[in-house]
């Protein structure tokens, strides 16, 4: 069972910057290969797709809203994924969540198999 835990989070002003991280863990983990991402649900908002990286962190994808100011990357060797958050606007305030998946795309929240609890980004104008 993979396990992921998130930090980083916090309060930032508009214009700002933050670096979340996601710690995964597990006996299984080393196994596969597989896609690491981030979503975020803000209030009263479905959670949507921010970004993802592929297992040699190689392939990255982007949200159109996050293009250009937010970075996905990864330490394999730590077992942490990253995510660089330049120019925070406070339509970015949100729980972000680190995500796992056995496939080689992601976009959509059903294809995810593991979840960590969250951590919240507060932006404030």
């Known amino acids: 069972q993979v396990q992921l835990v998130e930090s980083g989070g916090g309060l930032v002003q508009a214009g700002g910057s933050l670096r979340l991280s996601c710690a995964a863990s597990g006996r299984t983990f080393s196994v596969y290969t597989y896609t690491m991402a981030w979503f975020r649900q803000a209030p009263g908002k479905e959670r949507e797709f921010v970004a993802a990286?592929?297992?040699?962190?190689?392939?990255?994808n982007y949200a159109d809203s996050v293009t250009g100011r937010f970075t996905i990357s990864r330490d394999n060797a730590k077992n942490t994924v990253y995510l660089q958050m330049n120019s925070l606007k406070p339509e970015d305030t949100a729980v972000y969540y680190c995500?796992?998946?056995?496939?080689?795309?992601?976009?959509?929240?059903?294809?995810?198999?593991?979840w960590g609890k969250g951590t919240l980004v507060t932006v404030s104008s």
């Open positions: 995500a796992f998946s056995t496939l080689a795309v992601v976009t959509t929240t059903n294809v995810v198999n593991v």
């Open positions: 990286i592929s297992w040699s962190g190689g392939r990255t």
